[in-house]
Nanobody
Framework: VQLQASGGGLVQAGGSLRLSCAAS????????MAWFRQALGKEREFVAG?????????????NYADSVKGRFTISRDNAKNTVYLRMNGLKPEDTAVYYC?????????????????WGQGTQVTVSS
């Protein structure tokens, strides 16, 4: 599975961005997708995740880090093999390189360890 992230940029505090992550080479509907971020000098951290299509009510379940709840929204379009992260109300502390990640059949989303596939990262910079 190859992941290609895009959509980062420079934005003022309070602004919005939408990140995209296009997947290829795998069965997208069976992949749990997530966004992580890494600020300069800090460890990589979970931002948001959305589960795979398990043919059950669990499909499309989402999870968010407390720091982004109510501001960020993750979604997926299985027809386009793409996951999105809509970021509203951006703050300077959201500045980081954002990475998309994928894992087959994953139910718990916030740990980095299970994710076998990673994109190259896209820089998000929020100015005050």
């Amino acid at each position: 599975v190859q992941l290609q992230a895009s959509g980062g940029g420079l934005v003022q505090a309070g602004g919005s961005l939408r990140l995209s992550c296009a997947a290829s080479g795998g069965v997208f509907s069976r992949l749990t997708m997530a966004w992580f971020r890494q600020a300069l000098g800090k460890e990589r951290e979970f931002v948001a995740g959305i589960t795979w299509d398990g043919g059950s009510t669990n499909y499309g379940s989402t999870n968010y880090a407390d720091s982004v709840k109510g501001r960020f929204t993750i979604s997926r379009d299985n027809a386009k093999n793409t996951v999105y992260l809509r970021m509203n109300g951006l703050k300077p502390e959201d500045t980081a390189v954002y990475y998309c990640a994928a894992a087959y059949f994953l139910s718990t989303m916030s740990s980095m360890t299970p994710y076998a596939y990673w994109g190259q990262g896209t820089q998000v910079t929020v100015s005050s």
